[in-house]
Each structure stands twice: as C-alpha cells, then as structure tokens.
C-alpha cells in the first residue's frame, strides 16, 4: 500500500474509492483500481446505523467482507479506533486482512481530542503493527470547530507525522488550503476529500498538493440517489 503513495506525479493522485459491501468492492476493482479504502459513514449506511453508531463487531465483519471479495489492497476507515487498545486493534485489522487504517482525531464527545494525546496512541498503533500496516491519520480541524483550522490541521498533522502515521487526512480542507498543507508537510502524503460531481478535478487537486483522493460516503450517496431514481421509476410504471 505504502509504495502506491510513493513518486506519484503531481498531477496524478492515488484515487481511492470507499467501497461500503463486497458488490461496490467488486465493481470499483473491475473498473481498474489499484486499491480501495471502506468509508465507515458508508458501511454504517449500508447497514441502517447513523454514521459513528455502528457497533465494533460488525464494523469489523464488514470490512472482512469486502477485503475477501477483492484481490486488491484494502484500507479500512476504524474511526478513532473504538475504544481499543493499540495491540488489540491492530490484531483485528490483521484478522480482517486490512492493510491500511484510517484514523481519526474526534473524540467519544464529538470533539476534537487532545493532540498529543492523539499522537502517542498513533506511536502506540504503529509500534503494536510494525511497518507492514499503513496508517491514515485523519485530522478533523476542519469540521470539529478550530478556530484557525489551517494552522491546527498542520500542528496535527506534523504530531501524527511524528508518531509514525504514512500519510495525514485533514478532512474537508478547502482546495485552496492544499499547497499550504502540501508545504507545511514536506514529502508526507496528503489525503483530500473530493466528490464524485463537481469540484476541481483530480489532477487539479493532485497539482495543488494531495497525494490522495477519497470520498468519504460519497459515492454510496451517489449510488442512493440513483437506486432512489430507478425506484421512483419502476413505481411509476406499475401505476401508469
């Protein structure tokens, strides 16, 4: 995983799609995509739970599913790690055949946690899984309140940089705040947000800084709102 991030062109980011069931999992690798990354807002859809309510265990299970229905990397989104301790996470990612998490810095109060805090249990993740686990340290300025995102997003991510995360994720920073990030950061991959209609193309993002595209629950939002369509349709010709 770690080397699909590795001397990419600036203009050419890994683009990442968020597979929530093994179906999407599928059409995303029949479509030619080098990996994928579940969204946990969109496992938590797909199994009738508001986004951070879906229980540990079947977080978990599905992610399985998905790793087992592909043979392309996957990287799983594990919000702030669900209260686990470091070893005993990343044996369950292990078990699930993940090579790659995504974790975020909100706290169990909706808050964002304390950075340093945040970064010491990141070292601890990384020293309980070795190198072999690739680690997105998503840092959630963005949309937890700070007061001067930008120069929150960057403390953060240089910490988590530090603890030993492979690439930081400030969530829903604006386009315009990437070559800010891209030269706070160095050489460190960058994770942007992106949707699946509209907005600056991936190139564009790619030349303003991030490494990586992904899409949160976008596109399962997507794929609801065109089975929503077709349902409306079919209903329409039973009663026509």
Do not use: Q
Not at 9 to 27: C, F, I, N, T
Not at 44 to 50: K, P, Q, R, T, V
Not at 111 to 140: C, K, M, S, Y
């Amino acid at each position: 995983m770690r080397a699909l991030h590795r001397d990419r062109a600036a203009g050419d980011p890994l683009v990442l799609p968020g597979p929530w069931d093994a179906v999407s999992a599928r059409a995303f690798e029949a479509a030619g995509f080098p990996a994928l990354a579940t969204p946990s807002a969109g496992i938590a859809a797909s199994l009738g739970y508001e986004d951070g309510a879906t229980p540990v265990a079947e977080m978990f299970a599905a992610v399985t599913r998905i790793v087992r229905s592909v043979s392309v990397p996957v990287t799983a989104d594990l919000e702030g790690g669900y209260g686990l301790s470091a070893p005993e996470l990343v044996e369950r990612v292990r078990e699930s055949g993940a090579v790659g998490v995504n974790l975020e810095d909100t706290g169990p109060d909706g808050g964002l946690t304390d950075p340093r805090a945040h970064a010491e249990w990141l070292a601890e993740v990384r020293a309980a899984a070795g190198p072999g686990l690739f680690v997105n340290a998503r840092v959630d300025a963005y949309i937890r309140g700070a007061s001067e995102p930008l120069d929150a997003a960057i403390a953060r991510a240089r910490l988590y940089a530090e603890a030993g995360a492979d690439c930081v994720y400030p969530i829903a920073a604006p386009s315009a705040d990437l070559p800010a990030l891209r030269a706070a950061l160095g050489d460190l991959p960058l994770n942007a947000l992106a949707a699946p209609d509209g907005g600056p193309s991936f190139a564009e993002l790619g030349r303003l800084g991030a490494t990586r595209i992904t899409f949160g629950d976008g596109l399962l939002l997507r794929a609801r709102d065109d089975l929503a369509a077709l349902a409306v349709k079919l209903r329409g010709s039973t009663t026509g």
